[in-house]
């Protein structure tokens, strides 16, 4: 609780006396307090507002207050109930808890009694609000709409999210290597009614083929020499969704038993003598060509028919290539933020380089990129020499190209070492490392060539300040 979200409390007792010392108290010690003279007036008040705490005699006329806490835990499920008892008793506490009360107080009580039940209560109401708000903040960040790219196969993208979202047939996610399969195996979770359950993902890839079978569907004390008794993945995503990255690589021999568990919702562990029930949502996926890992007898058949129910493509990078600027600015500062390091964003000349980029290897690729740059940049905006050779030479050469027919040597080197000063906003030392040179080789060829750069140039990084 904080200070501007007071404990709610609805109080209610048929003794109106007892029922204004109550409410009068419990204000004084800054609780929003409300007063019913009966359980059918405080229902209205909580369907008017609902309250995070309801104080209940249990004896009343017309409704009792054990009514009352059935009625309301029915239909608030988060108003923790309190009732108030003149003829308590063990039974009469165990009965109550058992029904769903909180807890109970006997009758005549200290008002103090009852300020610390709240305390208690206000503890515990500000932990649910804390984890909802977390719960909140993580089904924000793995939302359909936390995908960023405003390009027309991105909303395609969002869309099928959405409407696998709300279903629990298995999808499969295929894409090449980096393209952002697993944030949209996340998103198709925690924009489910299954969010609140466990997220449970798995590389199927990086499982050892002897160890399989044990880290997937478990194993009971005893099965094998030293054994003790482990609950598998698939076990452990029940109520929640199971995440089978690189599906593709599963074993053959264990293709059979992942089946049964799609079919059967049922997993049996390792020296087992039961099956377990589980309650499953699987997403799959796969860089792989599936189909044709069936065909080559590679991949079971049936399997792949069992996992292919819903299928959503992520694109490659360079089919929106759009969006790329977008991207770029949102994963510079989730990088900056992550590294506790300043990011003032991109040149026009720097985004420009990143958007024309082929990107074989997506956005994990354009993110391994970013960090680089970032340290790069140290503290500037990045620009195209704090990009990798392998992204730059598209921008340097986007102010124009150069013919070499008909030019010497030196002025090819002339124009080409320009450019890249000019890119660099004159910084030698960022300058000399594209150009594969040492800065006092670089300042000879800047005052041989007559080159003049800005009159404030950028600084170089603390180094010795020869001028050009």
Known sequence: MTPSTPLSVVVVEDDPRLLDILTSHLERMGYAVRGAGGAARALELLAQEAADVVISDVRMPGMDGRTLLALAHERYPDTKVVLMTAFGSVDDAVEAMRAGAYTYVTKPFKVDEIAAVLRNAAREVALGREVEGLRRAVRGRWSAEALIGGSAVMAAVRRAIREAAGVTATVLVTGKSGTGKELVARAIHFEGPRAAGPFVPVN?????????????????????????????????????????????????????????????????????????????????????????????????????????????????????????????????????????????????????????????????????????????????????????????????????????????????????????????????????????????????????????????????????????
């Open 204 to 468: 199927c890839a990086a499982i050892p083929e002897s160890l399989f079978e044990s880290t997937l569907f478990g194993h009971r004390k005893g099965a094998f020499t030293g054994a003790e008794a482990r609950v598998g993945l698939v076990e452990a995503s029940s109520g929640g969704a199971l995440f089978l990255d690189e599906v593709g690589e599963i074993p053959t021999s264990q293709q059979a038993k992942l089946l049964r568990v799609l079919q059967d919702s049922e997993v049996m562990p390792i020296g087992a003598s039961r099956t377990v029930t589980v309650d499953l949502r699987v997403v799959a996926a796969t860089n792989r060509d599936l189909e044709g890992a069936v065909k080559r007898g590679q991949f079971r058949e049936d399997l792949y028919y069992r996992l292919d129910v819903l299928r959503i493509q992520v694109p490659e990078l360079r089919e929106r290539a759009e969006d790329v600027p977008a991207l770029a600015e949102h994963l510079l500062f989730d990088i900056a933020r992550e590294q506790g390091a300043p990011a003032l964003g991109f040149t026009e000349e720097a985004l420009d380089a990143l958007r024309r980029h082929a990107w074989p290897g997506n956005v994990r690729e354009l993110r391994n990129t970013l960090e680089r740059a970032l340290l790069a940049a140290r503290g500037r905006r990045v620009d195209t020499c704090d990009l990798p050779a392998s992204v730059r030479p598209a921008a340097i050469a986007a102010g124009g190209s150069l013919p070499a027919a008909g030019l010497s040597l030196a002025e090819v080197e002339k124009a080409h070492i320009e450019r890249v000063l000019a890119a660099c906003e004159w910084n030698r030392s960022a300058a000399a490392r594209i150009l594969d040179i040492d800065r006092r080789t670089l300042f000879s060829k800047i005052q041989r060539y007559g080159l003049v750069g800005p009159l404030r140039p950028a600084p170089d990084d603390g180094e010795d300040g020869e001028e050009g």
